[in-house]
């Protein structure tokens, strides 16, 4: 389905009913990558899965996509679609996102999952990161992408997973230009949020992959303190739905039904 919004299409799809449940993406992905566990959250729940700014068959807003311009659109396709409160699920980018919209909107939230996605802002090396992979977007943006894919999983999975890997990046090449370079910008420039993840009372729920190449294990243990936060950790890198798509499919499951 489509919403229209700011003279751009945001694409989504809505299925199931009972609890409404968002998935938001990651970086080069769309909402295609929830395939791997939709079945089993649209048995009791409602879920909404949209393709944020610049990704899959939403188009771009500019040349920053901020995370706050991001959650804006997510905040716009709710709105349009009459849901109040919902559970939010949060995929690396879609993490940050997720955090945005519930900075603005906390009354709107029953719970927050952050999936290997963290609260912090970039460290100083990860602008200067975010830097390079602007420029090699530039130079030749499908082989930045082809690197990128694989580069998110365990290394021992790169061949395990290789149709999937394969799938991903199909999916990620089809990501304009434009789309990959404001979603870098957006990600670099975003606010530290840890102290909000903290201190807000709705239920959380921190997903790690203890082989993440992309996020370092050791600064996320600290974002887990506190009694409303739960922790779920697998042995393996940053793209869970697929390297652990049935554990986390009950992961999820379970922090749904506990709320």
Known sequence: MILEHKGINIFYTDQGQGNTIVLLHGFLENSSMWDYILPQLTKKNRVICTDLLGHGKTGCIGYIHSMELMSETVEALLTHLNINQ??????????????????????????LC???????ADSTQKKQNRDRAILAVKQNH???????????????????????????TNEALKTPLQGIIAALEGMKTRKDR???WLSSSYKK????????PVLDYKTLIPQTKHDNIKLVEFPDGHMSH????????????????NI
């Open 142 to 168: 499908k082989t930045f992408i082809r690197m990128a894919i694989g580069n998110l999983f365990r290394p021992k999975n790169r061949i395990l997973f290789s149709k999937d890997i394969n799938n991903v």
């Open 86 to 111: 919902s559970i939010f699920i949060g995929h690396s980018m879609g993490g940050y996102i997720a955090l945005a919209f519930a900075e603005k909107n906390p009354d709107k939230l029953k719970g």
């Open 242 to 257: 697929i390297e652990n798509t049935y554990e986390l499919s009950c992961s999820i499951m379970h922090f749904i039904e």
């Open 194 to 196: 840890e102290t909000l």
């Open 205 to 212: 729920l921190l997903i790690i992959g203890k082989e993440d």
């Open 114 to 120: 952050l999936m290997n996605s963290t609260a912090q």
